[in-house]
């Protein structure tokens, strides 16, 4: 039994056009820098031979002195593989940053900055379950060679860096 006077609400109608829009945090230095590092990687893995995935993977695990070189080759080859869908990377030159690569240099800044809870979540957005844990082997050791190739020297290191005293 309703009664339609008792009904009084003014009902607001919804535009999807009125959505405001997503606006674009301006990102830090470091960041497009681990950015433009990892584009240059991106593209240099391309042009490469592929070995086997999971023979790369062993051999970079046995070797401590494995090269960011060799570290991105095997992860860009396993992102190709294991992702739920294709990446977007764009040139060096590019100003714009792709969901993607935002993806990916957030997932490396989480490695180095240990918060793993934050790494899996990440790599769970992009890459599917069986390819987790060696893709994330692979991103550690790129997070721990980019991101501390990327730092800017502390003033302990400026005292030993030749060419950084200050005088």
Same mark, same amino acid.
């Given at each position: &039994?309703?009664?339609?006077?008792?009904?009084?609400?003014?009902?607001?109608?919804?535009?999807?056009?009125?959505?405001?829009?997503?606006?674009?945090?301006?990102?830090?230095?470091?960041?497009?820098?681990?950015?433009?590092?990892?584009?240059?990687? %991106?593209?240099?893995?391309?042009?490469?031979? %592929?070995?086997?995935?999971?023979?790369? *993977?062993?051999?970079?695990?046995?070797?401590?002195?494995?090269?960011?070189?060799?570290?991105?080759?095997?992860?860009?080859?396993?992102?190709?593989?294991?992702?739920?869908?294709?990446? !977007?990377?764009?040139?060096? !030159?590019?100003?714009?940053?792709?969901?993607?690569?935002? %993806?990916?240099?957030?997932?490396?800044?989480?490695?180095?900055?240990?918060?793993?809870?934050?790494?899996?979540?990440? &790599?769970?957005?992009?890459?599917?379950?069986?390819?987790?844990?060696?893709?994330?082997?692979?991103?550690?050791?790129?997070?721990?060679?980019? *991101?501390?190739?990327?730092?800017?020297?502390?003033?302990?290191?400026?005292?030993?860096?030749?060419?950084?005293?200050?005088?």
């Amino acid at each position: &039994m309703t009664d339609d006077s008792l009904v009084t609400g003014t009902v607001i109608p919804f535009s999807r056009e009125t959505a405001l829009p997503r606006e674009e945090s301006p990102l830090d230095e470091r960041t497009l820098a681990l950015i433009g590092a990892l584009r240059r990687l %991106w593209r240099r893995t391309q042009l490469t031979r %592929w070995e086997e995935f999971d023979h790369a *993977c062993f051999l970079i695990a046995s070797d401590r002195n494995t090269g960011n070189e060799r570290y991105s080759a095997a992860f860009f080859q396993g992102v190709q593989m294991f992702a739920l869908r294709r990446l !977007k990377f764009y040139t060096a !030159k590019s100003q714009a940053v792709s969901e993607d690569e935002m %993806w990916l240099a957030r997932l490396l800044l989480a490695l180095h900055s240990q918060d793993h809870t934050s790494a899996r979540y990440l &790599m769970a957005l992009r890459i599917a379950a069986p390819g987790h844990r060696r893709l994330m082997f692979l991103a550690q050791g790129l997070a721990a060679g980019l *991101c501390t190739e990327l730092s800017p020297p502390t003033g302990r290191d400026r005292e030993t860096t030749p060419g950084l005293s200050s005088q």
